[in-house]
Structure formats: C-alpha cells, structure tokens
C-alpha cells in the first residue's frame, strides 16, 4: 500500500519508519540535530510550499529521507491505519498512537 502525503508525493508504507508532528518532536535538541544532518545529505523532500506541519522518515534499502508534509501527522496516521485495515501486513501501527 501507499501513503498519499500531500500533492502529488506517495511513499510506500513498507518504507515509513515514523511520522511525527513537526511542531511537537522539533523541541528535542537530538531531533533537530537529526533534521539538520539529513537536510546536509540532500534526503529532506518538501512536498509542497504550504505550511508543514509533519515529517515522515523513509527508509528504502540503505537511503534514508525525510518528507515534510502540510498535512497532520493525526491524519497521515488515519490514513496509514486505512490501508492497514484494507490487509497491509508485517507493520504494527499502535506504536505510532
């Protein structure tokens, strides 16, 4: 299954390690460090130029990216839980909640 993060950027959910509320986790000092390190590797993806408000780290064989996303990481998760339910297996989601 895939995950539509906003225009026209879809990510395989077999590939997602995490999506997190950008406002929330961008307190932690070791979360902003991480943010900064990816963005110098060229693996930050803006998907579009409205206001972000979540990021989803990727990981697709050894590349790790990081979309950043106008839509909720409550949304982004509702949806994830939807495809889940349609009889994605091998991903358990309650640790997202």
């Known amino acids: 299954m895939y995950l539509h993060l906003g ?11 995490a ?4 406002e929330k986790t961008t307190v932690s000092k070791i979360t902003r460090d991480f943010l900064s390190d990816i963005q110098k590797k060229s693996m930050v993806i803006n998907v579009s130029n409205e ?12 590349k790790e990216k990081v979309y950043i996303s ?3 990481s409550a949304t982004l998760l ?7 339910k349609k009889g ?3 991903m358990i989601w309650d640790a997202f909640r």
Do not use: H
């Open 19 to 22: 999506i997190l509320d950008l």
């Open 7 to 17: 225009a026209d950027i879809v990510v395989s959910s077999y590939d997602i390690i």
């Open 51 to 62: 206001m972000p408000k979540s990021y989803v780290v990727t990981k697709d064989g050894e």
């Open 88 to 90: 994605r297996d091998g």
């Open 78 to 84: 509702k949806r994830a839980e939807l495809a889940d």
């Open 70 to 72: 106008p839509i909720s």
